[in-house]
């Protein structure tokens, strides 16, 4: 009897323990932007304001825009020697070194075989994960030599939202959310249960779905609500265990209290 006493309360305590993630609350700050893109470990600030990418550290901000590329639809600054900016509408990414001077452009319009890419994210190297809409597939291109490193099998549902690092990508579709090594080897897949965008850093997975954040286990076991106060979710990111939402011209920060 006291066994199962001793097993019932563990129960009823890790239930406990999973059933939300906290946060405490940093800072609140002023900052005027179109699309707040990242903040690394040393506070530098990447963002968009009128169709302009600005890098904003402690002492300088720096600017780079390209007009006749249309709108930004995209920036990964993982790497912040290889930033590339994804310019949709003309097919096009720009890869910018640390003082946002370009070193490479890419036009998928013009290379051979042709890729129609609505996704991009960054890869080692000299590589990025795009997402091929004519083909379907999520490939691992090296724009140095022209050439697909890995492929993946064809996704069949719409693609929401792509993340990587230099280990591993991730792909959200409106069915299912998987996760790939840098050969293109699925590693899990999960279902996706209406969520509609992720933000990741060093394996942490947060998920938004009617404007509440979820926290994703690294067992990918269950997703996890996270106690947020009431506020509109513009933008949302995570940078070692701070998560940053943007909305309204206001940044906040929140330290995650992940066990």
Known sequence: ?????????????????QNSVDISHVKTTTFKADNIVSIDDFGTVYYILNNVFYKKTRTQTISYNNLQLGDVAAVNAFNPLKINLFY???????????????IFKIDFNTIQPYKNITHISSGFDNTFWVFNQDSQQLELYNYKNNTTQARTVPIQSKV???????NSVWLLSEKYLYEYNYFGNLLRKTKNNGYTQLSEDHGILILIK????????????????????????????VTNETLYIYQNQKLQQFQLKIN
């Open 1 to 17: 009897m006291k066994q199962i006493l001793i097993l019932l309360f563990l129960f009823k305590f890790s239930t406990y323990a």
């Open 160 to 166: 929401l939202d792509l993340k990587s690092n230099y």
């Open 210 to 237: 009617d404007n509440n954040l979820y926290f994703l286990k690294k067992d990918w076991s269950e997703t996890i609500p996270i106690n947020l106060p009431n506020l509109l979710i513009n933008q949302f990111f």
């Open 88 to 102: 949709k509408d003309f097919n096009t990414t720009i890869i910018l070194d640390n003082r946002l001077a370009e």
